[in-house]
């Protein structure tokens, strides 16, 4: 099993840090924001009550409660209480989903570029990833490659939109067909929606629960809290599913981790159900940062950047930029480590090489110095 490479890039970061240099760390998959102060006081509140104890594994009927309520409010969708289950992190609803599904010798597609945990889930659970190419479309699944990349050992899609790394989001359009030819198909899909909330016009935000009902039979939705509310230490997600996966899902979950933390469950309540204005102004944020970013991206040299309509990445292919001995995208990662003392992401870990992962979960100030420091290696090789 591969270890991460974006964990891999954040804690390299922390070591050059730790012995004093002045590193721009543009590897982070997580929000620079603070978590919420409302969000923050749910939790000081449920310790003082004593919230401390074991919850249901499914989690607390309060936090049922505030899934379904937003999925109705936003998307129109009636999920039932046997149907949702709170987790540890969007990471565990994937796990659950994949391994009390997939049995040894079936095959899970996985579109590229994909997030680094999506085969190394799929193969601890005995199945075998197929890999969906997508970037002669710049990096956006179709229905057609779907039905092109199906076997009779097919059980199971991988979807994640807006994507990490390429931030692309698949048009609600092709998302119904995607789901058209897996219920056709019988298959089963996993929508994960971990930046569901982070989409810039004119794209809109889109949940796979605002199928039909016919559609979301077999699909499981892994939602996270950790990038809408700030809150990647908390470990806090949820799956939608049917009650039957959903139970398969609790047995996986009951007898390894049992409940997500008693106190992340109330905070989480909060942040579902509370005033949303943080995440209004976090989106702000990230959409000054994407338009400063993307114009200085596609000013150096060699380097091109399609636009990406959500999530916090910016995914630019550096071929470009390859000359003399830097042959490949890691190289230019090492180099910049190396060289400029700059952290981004090698986009081979995500399954395309000749691209680079670039958060912009970060200050503009400091995306103004990484920038600069891109441009002093990309012009190394043009
Ligand atoms: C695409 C994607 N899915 C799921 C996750 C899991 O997030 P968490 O387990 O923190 O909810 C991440 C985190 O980086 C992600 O990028």
Known sequence: MKVSSTLTAMQTAEAMRAAGVDVVDL??????????????????EAMRVGKTKYTPTAGTRDLQKAIIGMYERDFGAAYQPNEVMSTSGGKQAIFNAVVSLINSGDEVLIPKPY?????????FAGGTSVFIETEDNGFVLTADMVRRAITPKTKLI????PSNPSGRVIPPAEFREIMEVIAERGLFAISDECYLRFVYPPATV????????????????????????????????????SADWTRAMAKVQGHSTS???SISQAAAVEALSGSQDSVATMLAEYTRRR?????????????KCPEPEGAFYA???????????????????????????????DGAGFGAGGFIRISYATSLHRLEEGVKRIRRVAEMGV
Request: aromatic share 8%; with cysteine; net charge neutral.
């Open 206 to 241: 889109f949940s796979a629960a605002s199928l039909r009902p016919e559609l979301r039979k077999r699909l499981c939705i892994a939602g996270s809290l950790s990038k809408t509310y700030a809150m990647t230490g908390w470990r806090i997600g949820y799956s939608l599913a």
């Open 27 to 44: 590897g982070a998959g997580e929000p620079d924001f603070d978590t919420p102060q409302n969000i923050k006081d749910a939790a000081a």
């Open 315 to 345: 995914f630019p292919d550096v071929r470009g930029c390859l000359k003399g001995k830097l042959e490949t995208s890691a190289d230019f990662t090492n180099e910049l480590l190396e060289k400029e003392q700059t952290v981004v992401t």
């Open 115 to 123: 997030w680094v945990s999506f085969p190394e889930i799929v193969t």
């Open 291 to 303: 338009e400063w970013l993307l114009k200085a991206l596609n000013a150096i040299p060699g380097l």
């Open 259 to 261: 409940n997500a933390t």
């Open 158 to 161: 991988i979807l994640n939109s």
